[in-house]
């Protein structure tokens, strides 16, 4: 079984969706959790992070993190073309030291 | 130039050559990471340095041997790969290894 298991898509919605991405992890020792996005042909940038369980909120953009059901959501609202990319799930024991990575998700959102 | 940058972009290699990734950062980090990235598989990390030292080996096959000669520039020198190397490698850089890591745009290798 691997640590963290994402979908790797393509998930396609129309402009204005509400997007879902998933993880879920196995290691009941993750503490943090974070979101990176990927375009094509860059490096993937730091999205949000979360500690523990719970939501937080940036903008367009909610994670969530359920512990108890090791399964965490990045929620985007009102989504935009500009959305589109891959979508990575990284988490640790401890802050940004050993992050263990998910497959990433595709996310095509078209005009 | 900004952040961190990578080159080349694009390498294409024959299993018998010998060649070098190149890595660097502009935001005066201290630790600096390779990192392979397959198709439909999770980031894998390859190496961390710290202070310009070694600090994490993955269990990477010799053919990689990274170097850190400060604390700005890495480098993976190449040779005799297999096809299965073939993948995007990220460089990355944080402040001590415990910083929110700052990922390149890569290096996409691919081995013939």
């Known amino acids: 079984q691997k640590e963290v298991e994402q979908d790797p898509g393509p998930l396609s919605v129309p402009e204005g969706a509400i997007v879902s991405l998933n993880c879920t992890y196995s290691n009941s020792a993750f503490q943090y959790f974070m979101w990176y996005r990927q375009y094509s042909r860059k490096g993937p940038e730091l999205l949000m992070y979360?500690?523990?369980?719970g939501n937080k909120e940036d903008g367009r953009f909610t994670a969530q993190v359920d512990k108890s059901s090791k399964y965490i959501s990045l929620f985007i609202r009102d989504s935009q073309p500009s959305d589109s990319a891959t979508y990575l799930c990284a988490m640790s024991e401890a802050g940004f030291q050993k992050l263990v990575f998910g497959t990433g998700t595709r996310l095509l959102v078209s005009p | 130039e900004t952040g961190v940058t990578q080159t080349p972009r694009h390498l294409v290699m024959g299993m018998t050559n010998k060649k070098s990734l190149k890595c660097e950062q502009h935001?005066?980090?201290?630790?600096m990471y390779w990192y392979k990235q397959s198709a439909k598989k999770p980031l894998e990390l390859m190496f961390v340095y710290s202070l310009e030292e070694r600090v994490e080996n993955n269990s990477v096959p010799s053919r990689f041997s990274p170097e850190c000669p400060n604390s700005s520039h890495l480098f993976l020198h190449l040779h005799t790969l297999q096809p299965e190397d073939s993948a995007l490698y990220l460089c990355?850089?944080?402040?001590?290894?415990?910083?929110?890591?700052?990922f390149g745009p890569g290096t996409r290798l691919t081995v013939t």
């Open positions: 935001l005066g980090h201290n630790a």
């Open positions: 979360t500690y523990s369980s």
């Open positions: 990355a850089s944080s402040q001590f290894t415990s910083g929110e890591q700052y």
